[in-house]
């Protein structure tokens, strides 16, 4: 797995703190380390240790980028925001957005040489390996920021990890076919925009 792009996704910001480390530990770490042994499988070891630790890195990441985004929303939601104030905070989130995109991607470039070719008797899976880190860490945050607690968000948790975990079952199997990666929305500072 190569390094993420530092300007697509400063690091520098999402350090793995240990909240997020023990969300990441919680919410996604089975999943992780299956996909992780899926990788080691097709690699030597100290390449496949490598692979783990940059896979674990780029998904923290991710949950930092939610983590960022929660308190956004939450403040755009503010009564007392004015209007000047709603622009920048919408802008951060665009910015935010991006950097959500590009670890998204990030993960579906890393994993895409690993997923078989599609074949016509292959299951079609509707998201990306990417897209259902993405789901998942947005449940599993959900789960820990509403107080109180709603069960609601500990059902779809629940949903998304098993969907998650048959999922790489059947990509280790070679019967599922992931769709292409592709990103809905192209999210770029304003002064490249043309």
Request: proline share 5%.
């Amino acid at each position: 797995i190569t390094s993420l792009d530092q300007e697509s996704v400063p690091m520098a910001d999402y350090d793995g703190s240990k909240p997020s480390a023990d969300l990441v530990s919680r919410c996604v770490g089975p999943v992780l380390d299956r996909l992780s042994q899926i990788l080691d499988g097709t690699r030597c070891s100290d390449a496949g240790e490598m692979a783990r630790i940059e896979l674990r890195r780029v998904v923290t990441c991710l949950l930092r980028v939610h983590e960022e985004q929660w308190e956004l929303e939450a403040s755009c939601r503010a009564a007392e925001v004015s209007a000047i104030e709603l622009g920048h905070l919408k802008r951060a989130i665009d910015e935010s957005n991006a950097r959500r995109v590009a670890c998204i991607n990030f993960i579906d470039d890393a994993i895409r040489e690993y997923v078989p070719a599609r074949r016509r008797d292959t299951l079609l899976w509707p998201l990306t390996v990417g897209q259902m880190f993405d789901n998942l860490l947005i449940a599993g945050l959900k789960g820990l920021k509403f107080d109180p607690p709603r069960s609601d968000a500990a059902e779809t948790f629940v949903h998304l990890r098993q969907s998650f975990e048959a999922m790489l079952a059947l990509v280790e199997e070679g019967s599922v076919t992931l769709p292409p990666a592709s990103t809905i929305k192209d999210y770029c500072p304003a002064d490249r925009k043309s």
